[in-house]
């Protein structure tokens, strides 16, 4: 009787979801306030929706897309006009407070096929070789949270996206507010509902984008207003919704209502009765006294039965704490937690050796994240407050192409630094074992823009210049999607504060230090410039800067001047490569990789120009040949190499700072 019912049932609703396909052709809008029932929305990759009519694009899980996209395509022909408004309420919950990744974007496209767009990249729209493609007829309103490998992006901002990651007009999240009569920023990884409009007028040609918290109407000044022709981008046929991705870093990505019209403005939804977010773990309850002071109670009687078994376990776990480390508190890991994720710091463990310690990979139990975490040893507890001080506020940069630092935790004789995870480890790994696949160029390219705009980031684009000191391949760090991160930032002043004695206080790896430093001894932009000039070279020639001490003809940059004297630059590409690159950008990468190399500083390009060169906005054939200025050890400056404090190390790559966060193997 029940199979009988319930197939019954399942004819019915066969037939009522075949309904809305008849009115389809003549959908002007709609609008959801919480995804119920007869929500028309197709599903794809994570996205779920909850019983309460939450749409939930993205959880936790890393490099993982979600889209959600109005099952019918909607008209957008010039007869029955471009015009459309929508809007929609979303909100962004971090896994880790305040860092969370990639974002959500309002997409109109001409299919919902997105099965060759990358899975944890590009918001789940593009890959390498459709983005900025004009045959992709793709708008995209995104929400980011992340400043990007797009060059220029900032944090927290909307952006209009057209073909192409890369957004034509972008704003950082605010909105005006009339009373206060100012800009209100707002913070997008709050895991706070926001509320985001977005309506074309085909007449004035404007796209503009309004958002505000979901406790004000619309704002009357849109927050982005563009100017824009959709009839060279939109076809005839479209389908609207929404694509959002995670990355190394994830958010759960939620959609919470959405209104949306093809005939006049969009109605605006019902806040109150969208359905809410879930519980967020650690958030109080409120209004939940008694069980509180229940719970309170109980915590008392467990403490004093747990004093005695605390007195046992705390000389493991102990850990060291001032006072002046209190305002670092979320910043902070419990030895504890980094002790139980790492297996107690077991050897099998170990990702990594370096120059300061072992690297560990772990899980956090509280929230599954994969950290990778160097253990430091340190003997003398000077300089440790102003260091600590500088670890946290490199942990406040945030950079698609930065190796993400989480916090740190301190013990007797020990620092330990916890970063986010990279699972396929350092780049020189690529380049020069077999034990990892060969790179293809777009990728090595891709790499190179990423470890570029993450440099420019911290060179020019934070609140006070940061210099890395040792920028190099083996600092380059793989995510799942081979994007490429720069590792060790800032790490380099640990030599300052004194943590390693006995080594040299001239930090940097030999053939990526520029010859002043032999001399001043101060690292600077330039310094950073030269050496990601070795970085360069290695990745397009697939050599080490220099291969084998003191011979001359095995140092890159001279053999790669060399090449360009003789006419062609070309037969320095890495041979693996198999001819298999786009020959304007690898003669880009190799003379830009000579120019970064100049041995006069001021030669040398800034951050910000290497990327207007690699972005294509600059034109190195501005820059003249001069094959005598190349390089650390062009004429007099051989001499000064083999006086170098550190030449007496053993190996010729011999790196005073190891990487931190290496694969194991
Ligand atoms: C995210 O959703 C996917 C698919 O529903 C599931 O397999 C995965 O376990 C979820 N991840 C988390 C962290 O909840
Ligand atoms: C637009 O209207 C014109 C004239 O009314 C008609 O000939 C044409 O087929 C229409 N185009 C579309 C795409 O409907
Ligand atoms: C990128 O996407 C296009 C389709 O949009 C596909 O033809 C192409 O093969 C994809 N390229 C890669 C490298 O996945
Ligand atoms: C995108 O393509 C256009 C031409 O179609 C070009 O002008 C622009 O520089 C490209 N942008 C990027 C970031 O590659
Ligand atoms: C877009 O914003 C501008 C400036 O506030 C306004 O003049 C215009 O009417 C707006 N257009 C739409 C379609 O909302
Ligand atoms: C507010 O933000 C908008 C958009 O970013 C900007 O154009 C405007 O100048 C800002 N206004 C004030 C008063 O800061
Ligand atoms: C679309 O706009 C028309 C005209 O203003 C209005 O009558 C209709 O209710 C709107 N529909 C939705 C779903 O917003």
């Given at each position: 009787m029940a199979i009988v019912l319930r197939s019954l049932l399942f004819l019915i609703l066969l037939y009522v979801s075949y309904i809305p396909l008849a009115l389809a052709q003549n959908e002007k809008g709609f609008i959801y306030n919480g995804f119920h029932d007869q929500a028309n929305l197709g599903l794809d990759g994570i996205a779920e929706i909850h019983p309460n009519g939450l749409l939930q694009l993205t959880n936790l899980s890393h490099n993982e897309v979600g889209r959600a996209f109005y099952q019918f395509p909607i008209k957008f022909d010039t007869n029955s006009s471009l015009s459309f408004s929508t809007n929609f309420v979303f909100a962004m919950v971090p896994e880790v407070d305040n860092l969370g990744g990639e974002g959500i974007a309002f997409t109109i496209s001409?299919?919902?096929?997105?099965?060759?767009?990358?899975a944890n990249r590009f918001l789940g729209l593009f890959n390498d070789s459709n983005n900025n493609n004009t045959a992709n007829h793709i708008l995209a309103i995104e929400v980011d949270p992340v400043p990007g490998a797009d060059f220029g992006d900032i944090i927290n901002h909307v952006g209009i996206d057209v073909n192409s990651i890369d957004s034509v007009e972008l704003a950082p999240t605010t909105y005006f507010s009339i009373e206060e009569g100012k800009n209100i920023s707002l913070e997008l990884l709050s895991g706070n509902p926001m509320h985001l409009w977005i309506d074309y007028d085909e007449a004035e040609k404007l796209l503009n984008v309004t958002l505000a918290p979901t406790?004000?109407?619309?704002?009357?000044?849109?927050l982005l207003s563009t100017p824009i022709d959709l009839s060279e981008i939109l076809l005839e046929s479209m389908y609207v919704g929404f694509s959002s991705a995670t990355g190394t870093l994830a958010s759960s990505h939620y959609i919470l209502g959405w209104s949306f019209n093809k005939s006049g403005p969009a109605q605006s939804l019902d806040v109150a009765s969208l359905p809410p977010l879930p519980e967020r773990k650690g958030k109080d309850k409120p209004g939940l006294v008694i069980m509180t002071s229940l719970i309170a109670v109980a915590v008392v009687l467990i403490t004093v039965a747990g004093v005695a078994a605390y007195i046992l376990r705390r000389k493991k776990y102990e850990e060291l704490q001032e006072d002046w480390e209190e305002e670092y508190g979320p910043h902070r890991f419990s030895y504890k937690n980094l002790h139980k994720a790492t297996k107690g710091f077991k050897d099998t463990e170990v990702i990594g050796e370096g120059g300061f310690g072992k690297v560990y990979m772990g899980i956090l139990p509280s929230s599954n994240l994969q950290i990778a975490v160097k253990r430091i040893s340190h003997d003398s507890r000077q300089g440790m407050k102003e260091f600590v001080a500088e670890i946290v506020s490199m942990g406040r940069l945030r950079h698609r192409n930065l190796v993400q630092l989480l916090g740190y935790c301190r013990r007797r004789g020990e620092l330990l630094l916890v970063y986010d995870y990279m699972p396929n480890g350092s780049l020189d790994k690529f380049l020069y074992s077999n034990e990892k696949p060969n790179l293809h160029w777009v990728q090595r390219f891709g790499i190179i823009r990423g470890v570029a705009s993450g440099l420019l980031y911290l060179h020019e684009e934070w609140e006070q210049v940061v210099l890395h000191r040792d920028v190099k391949s083996s600092n380059v760090l793989l995510d799942a999607g081979l994007n490429g991160k720069l590792g060790d930032f800032g790490l380099a002043k640990l030599y300052d504060h004194g943590t390693n004695p006995q080594t040299t206080r001239v930090v940097g790896t030999v053939g990526y230090l520029a010859p002043e430093l032999t001399r001043t001894r101060t690292a600077t932009t330039f310094s950073d410039v030269f050496a990601f000039g070795a970085f360069l070279l290695e990745v397009a020639c697939g050599r080490k800067p220099i291969e084998g001490l003191v011979l001359p003809e095995r140092i890159l940059v001279d053999w790669v001047a060399e090449c360009w004297r003789k006419g062609d630059i070309l037969d320095a590409s890495d041979p693996s490569l198999e001819g298999n690159y786009v020959v304007e950008e690898m003669e880009l990468v190799l003379k830009l990789g000579l120019f970064c190399s100049h041995s006069i500083p001021a030669a040398r390009p800034s951050m910000k120009q290497v990327v207007q060169f690699l972005d294509g906005d600059a034109d190195l054939r501005e820059l003249p040949y001069d094959s005598a200025s190349f390089g650390t050890f062009t004429s007099n400056e051989s001499s000064d190499f083999t006086s170098l404090p550190f030449s007496q190390a053993s190996g010729p790559s011999m790196s005073t700072t190891d990487s931190i966060l290496r694969d194991g193997s």
């Open positions: 001409p299919s919902t096929d997105f099965t060759h767009a990358y406790t004000i109407p619309k704002p009357d000044r849109p």
